[in-house]
């Protein structure tokens, strides 16, 4: 159907916005009463709801306050269980590292609520490579070989039930990823292994097959209060390359290497 002939660009895009942000809103503050001064909180609903009397300034100021400072935006990542990198170096010693990251892209229809993303890491160690013999140089190479192959375009790695590993201790490789297929495990560690220009040793490949069939659509359960969905066992996805760093012991902050549309700041190459 073409567009009609008083068609304008700005109303809808600002019908469009105004639908969904207010969806997110309207879930976010679902236990807050609408149209309200008399709290902080419903102050706050008030003026992250957006009207159709409202400005371009008007409509992206409202985005802001819902997203970072009421926090909407945070409550989308999952919390990690981690202890803090001095902590974490003080007490063990290794080999830099590269980990590669990987997400479901996001769909209102499917994750508003509450489905999680789907997400992936894959990390490897230089064994040739200490903290002190590895350069920026050796970063750059790094970036530009992971972009090459994961980044350009985006690669996607199709998570599944079945898991493939890939052992070779000598050249720093331990990978146990869920994959959809066999063929799709070889795939996977085959592009792993070019970023260090290592060669796949079919000896090392072991694919995993499994019978057990894993729910979709787990149900619910209680937990402190409050319905809430269950974790999903395996859960098969397209999860896409998002950025890669490497991990030096010694520099609490990772190097960014590859950063696909400005998921990292200052990364080496972006994308």
């Not at 997400?103 to 894959?122: A, L, M, R």
């Not at 140089?137 to 375009?153: G, H, L, S, W």
């Not at 297929?181 to 220009?197: F, R």
Request: charge should be positive.
């Amino acid at each position: 159907m073409p567009l009609p002939d008083n068609f304008d660009p700005w109303e809808h895009l600002q019908d469009t916005l105004r639908l969904w942000h207010n969806k997110s809103v309207n879930k976010y503050f679902k236990n807050t009463p609408v149209d309200s001064l008399s709290t902080p909180k419903e102050s706050l609903r008030v003026a992250c709801t957006m009207r159709d009397t409202d400005t371009s300034t008007m409509t992206l100021m409202r985005m802001w306050l819902f997203e970072i400072t009421a926090g909407h935006a945070a409550s989308l990542q999952a919390p990690v269980y981690g202890i803090p990198v001095t902590e974490l170096q003080r007490e063990f010693k290794f080999r830099p590292q590269i980990k590669l990251y990987f997400k479901e892209p996001y769909n209102f229809e499917k994750h508003s609520d509450g489905t999680e993303q789907v997400s992936g890491e894959i990390g490897f160690r230089i064994i040739n490579k200490t903290a002190e013999t590895i350069t920026k140089a050796d970063a750059v190479e790094y970036a530009r070989e992971i972009k090459a192959e994961f980044a350009t375009p985006p690669l996607i790695w199709k998570k599944g039930k079945y898991k493939c590993t890939y052992l070779d201790v000598e050249n720093g490789y331990d990978l146990r990823l869920l994959c959809a297929s066999k063929t799709e495990g070889q795939s996977t560690v085959q592009s792993v292994l070019k970023i260090l220009d290592k060669t796949f040793n079919d000896n090392n490949f072991q694919f995993i097959e499994n019978t057990k069939e894993f729910s979709t659509n787990p149900g619910t359960h209680l937990v402190y209060g409050k319905t809430t969905k269950k974790f999903r066992q395996r859960p098969t996805s397209d999860v896409k390359f998002t950025h890669a760093q490497l991990i030096i012991p010694g520099l609490v902050k990772p190097v960014n290497l590859v950063s696909v549309k400005g998921r990292l700041k200052n990364a080496i190459e972006s994308v």
